[in-house]
């Protein structure tokens, strides 16, 4: 299955590789780009799903301009690179997204979930059961905004993550796509956390989208 990538034609516009980047894929047709060469990016003009993300989804911990260990209050952010990109499609110029992603049947994943449906993001979820100690978890991101002189600071917990477990067959790409997917979009992080389940097959959820 090929999805066609690239930017409406009224958007269209020279893409200069800096680099080799090798084979990929444009609306059906291998093409190989070498340094220096120019080429245009195409999207179908028609399509259920405009812009589909798959990748993990986090929920922020955020103290504002207090430093963590002085904090005692906090607010929750829902976000995730791959699902921000989809939410401010939806909510700013009003385009059909969706995300495929993990979700962890508890009351943080009920949490994340409410703000998926806020943002008019269509979800598509690998569902997992929390075990009510260990896990799976939904990852959660600890950050601080700074001030001043003070930068901010970001650290993360994503141990027994459950967007990390996720494995070839977790999505019906078929049913999914049926409609016609625009673009679609992963991240690089994201591809690095399934690298652990690649093996022996190499072949992630990546592989098959």
């Not at 590789?17 to 080429?39: K, L, W």
């Not at 385009?95 to 962890?104: E, I």
């Not at 979820?125 to 950050?143: I, L, Q, W």
């Not at 459950?162 to 494995?167: D, F």
Request: proline content about 7%; hydrophobic content about 40%.
């Amino acid at each position: 299955m090929v999805v066609q990538i690239g930017v409406p034609p009224k958007w269209s516009s020279p893409v200069c590789a800096g680099a080799d980047v090798g084979p990929f894929s444009v609306g059906g047709t291998i093409t190989s780009v070498s340094r220096g060469e120019h080429f245009m990016l195409e999207i179908s003009s028609t399509g259920e799903i405009d812009f589909l993300a798959l990748g993990a989804m986090v929920h922020r911990l955020d103290p504002g301009p207090i430093p963590f260990r002085k904090a005692s209050d906090l607010r929750i952010h829902v976000s995730g690179g791959e699902f921000n990109c989809a939410a401010n499609l939806s909510d700013c110029f009003r385009l059909s997204t969706g995300v495929a992603t993990a979700m962890v049947d508890s009351p943080v994943g009920d949490l994340i979930h409410e703000r998926v449906r806020a943002m008019g993001v269509r979800p598509f979820y690998k569902m997992f059961e929390h075990d009510g100690v260990r896990g799976p978890n939904m990852a959660t991101v600890y950050s601080d905004q700074g001030a001043g002189v003070r930068a901010p600071v970001v650290f993360y917990n994503r141990a027994n993550e459950a967007a990390a477990l996720l494995g070839p067959g977790d999505f019906d790409w078929a049913a999914i796509t049926s409609g016609g997917v625009r673009w679609f979009h992963s991240g690089g992080i994201f591809a690095l956390s399934l690298i652990h389940i690649s093996e022996p097959t190499r072949r992630t959820p990546i592989s098959y989208a």
